[in-house]
């Protein structure tokens, strides 16, 4: 990042930028911070990238036998990490270990970026059955996202983008992890996500008595100043990003998967309601039709995208949409639909689309669209999440292109590749390793050792090691 970037970036938090969440005398205190670190890089022509950062009593250095730093597919060996609090100072061959600091031996392990899970539903309990909703109290699934949270983390996952939640429990987890009340991943929650009445967003198959009519609080909403007014609202309560869904899905009832459910027109200006505010969006779509709208509309990434053609990956990699595949969540539903533990409708629906999704993905790729990692967590259980990896494996991804699709490519998708995605001076301090070298079996990624998070140890020798960030 250019030091015209970075003070971009304060001048935004100094305006009251609604991620930042800063006030202005700590918008400029990190101004002058990251002013100093960009200098020192830019100073230094040696192998180690060094940044000067505010003096801390929590310095930790770790040595790394291999380092995936996430800012290409390369491996460094016998590197030093200094982390000094919650951020990176010095990262190379030449650091030498800090006075005092804390030493992690990782000698024998890969070192890579914490990785980063764009398509979660971090407060989903799977398996739990359409009628689940009609049998719990509140405040069953923020405890339910409490337990995922930390599973998730364990599991390697540092950051998720969370794209769909009830009760506004997604906000309360993720300002718990904020405030160090309980351990978990980084949370880019979208709240409530955005459908059509009757669509695949909305709770259908129910008698009109059962459940009341949603609205924009729920995420329900159609026509131009209504969508606009559904967009605000998830803003207003919390949300960082904006979800929607521009075709049916899977396991809705009463849709079809792959038809579009937005008008092009409400898919524009919700797109544009949510850039006004800083935010990303996400369109969750099947078709052909959807997908394309949604494209032409300026959406950060189509999540699923099972149903591609030329024309439509060609349009994808024009505007520099990302895919993100989810194929975990396919796999899945076609095994549940196979032993009948998916039946009806979702059942059938899950059957005709997985023939479908390989191929799309594997045609995206070769033409160059942008690939997000996701993994549609909540479908299936928290905390398999890196079975993700051998999948995009398996249909023709290079293991260092899946990592970097988990690291740097899904910090491009969150726009924070100024903090998040790779292993470099100035950065946060988010770090995973696994004994072995994942490059010639992404399997290991399934089995991590070492989760660091913020500058905090979660999991050390594939053993929990929590703290809360507040200690």
């Known amino acids: 990042m250019t030091r015209a970037r970075w003070l971009d970036r304060a001048t935004a938090i100094q305006k009251g930028h609604p991620k930042a969440r800063l006030g202005a005398t700590r918008a400029r205190a990190r101004f002058l911070l990251l002013s100093a670190a960009w200098l020192a890089v830019k100073a230094s022509g040696l192998d180690a990238q060094r940044v000067t950062?505010?003096?801390?009593?929590?310095?930790?250095?770790?040595?790394?036998?291999?380092?995936?730093?996430?800012?290409?597919?390369?491996?460094?060996?016998?590197?030093?990490?200094?982390?000094?609090?919650?951020?990176?100072?010095?990262?190379?061959?030449?650091?030498?270990?800090?006075?005092?600091?804390?030493?992690?031996?990782?000698?024998?392990?890969?070192v890579m970026p914490g990785f980063i899970d764009l398509h979660t539903h971090i407060t989903s309990d799977p398996g739990s059955g359409r009628e689940s909703g009609l049998r719990r109290w509140p405040g069953h699934l923020a405890i339910a996202g409490v337990m995922n949270a930390r599973i998730t983390l364990e599991a390697g996952f540092t950051t998720i983008r969370n794209?769909?939640?009830?009760?506004?429990?997604?906000?309360?987890?993720?300002?718990?992890?904020n405030a160090g009340m309980v351990p978990g991943p980084r949370i880019y929650t979208a709240v409530h996500s955005l459908g059509i009445t009757g669509g695949h967003c909305d709770s259908n198959g129910y008698r009109p008595d059962i459940f009341e009519e949603p609205g924009i609080e729920d995420g329900i909403a159609q026509g131009i100043e209504r969508v606009r007014e559904a967009v605000n609202y998830q803003i207003k309560y919390g949300a960082d990003v904006i979800k929607f869904?521009?075709?049916?899905?899977?396991?809705?009832?009463?849709?079809?998967?792959?038809?579009?459910?937005?008008?092009?027109?409400?898919?524009?200006?919700?797109?544009?309601?949510?850039?006004?505010?800083?935010?990303?969006?996400?369109?969750?779509?099947?078709?052909?039709?959807?997908?394309?709208?949604?494209?032409?509309?300026?959406?950060?990434?189509?999540?699923?995208?099972?149903?591609l053609d030329g024309e439509t990956v060609r349009l994808m990699a024009e505007h520099g949409t990302y895919l993100v595949p989810t194929m975990m969540a396919f796999e899945d539903v076609r095994q549940r639909a196979l032993t009948g533990t998916l039946g009806g409708l979702p059942?059938?629906?899950?059957?005709?689309?997985y023939?479908?999704?390989?191929?799309?993905?594997?045609l995206a790729m070769r033409e160059g669209v942008k690939i997000g990692f996701g993994t549609d967590a909540g479908v299936f259980p928290h905390g398999e999440n890196a079975g993700e990896f051998r999948l995009l494996v398996d249909v023709g991804m290079s293991p260092a292109d899946a990592i970097l699709a988990a690291t740097r490519e899904a910090a491009e998708v969150l726009h924070r590749t100024e903090e998040l995605g790779s292993v470099e001076a100035g950065?946060?301090?988010?770090?995973?390793?696994?004994?072995?070298?994942?490059?010639?079996?992404?399997?290991?990624?399934?089995?991590?050792?070492?989760?660091?998070?913020?500058?905090?140890?979660?999991?050390q020798d594939g053993r929990g090691a929590r703290r809360p960030a507040t200690e």
């Open 347 to 353: 059942g059938l629906k899950a059957l005709e689309i």
């Open 245 to 307: 869904c521009a075709t049916g899905g899977v396991l809705s009832l009463g849709t079809a998967v792959g038809v579009q459910q937005y008008t092009e027109e409400e898919m524009v200006v919700l797109v544009q309601t949510a850039n006004m505010a800083e935010r990303t969006v996400a369109a969750h779509a099947h078709g052909l039709d959807g997908i394309k709208a949604a494209v032409r509309a300026g959406v950060t990434s189509i999540e699923h995208g099972s149903m």
């Open 53 to 110: 950062l505010p003096d801390s009593t929590e310095v930790t250095a770790i040595v790394a036998g291999r380092l995936i730093d996430g800012v290409d597919g390369n491996v460094r060996e016998n590197v030093t990490i200094v982390v000094r609090g919650t951020r990176l100072e010095a990262v190379g061959a030449d650091v030498a270990v800090p006075a005092g600091a804390t030493l992690v031996d990782l000698s024998d392990h890969t």
């Open 427 to 459: 950065k946060v301090a988010d770090l995973v390793a696994v004994r072995g070298d994942p490059l010639e079996d992404i399997d290991l990624l399934r089995n991590i050792d070492f989760v660091m998070k913020d500058g905090v140890v979660y999991k």
């Open 355 to 362: 023939p479908f999704f390989r191929e799309s993905i594997q």
């Open 163 to 177: 794209v769909g939640s009830d009760d506004f429990a997604d906000v309360a987890l993720r300002d718990a992890i």
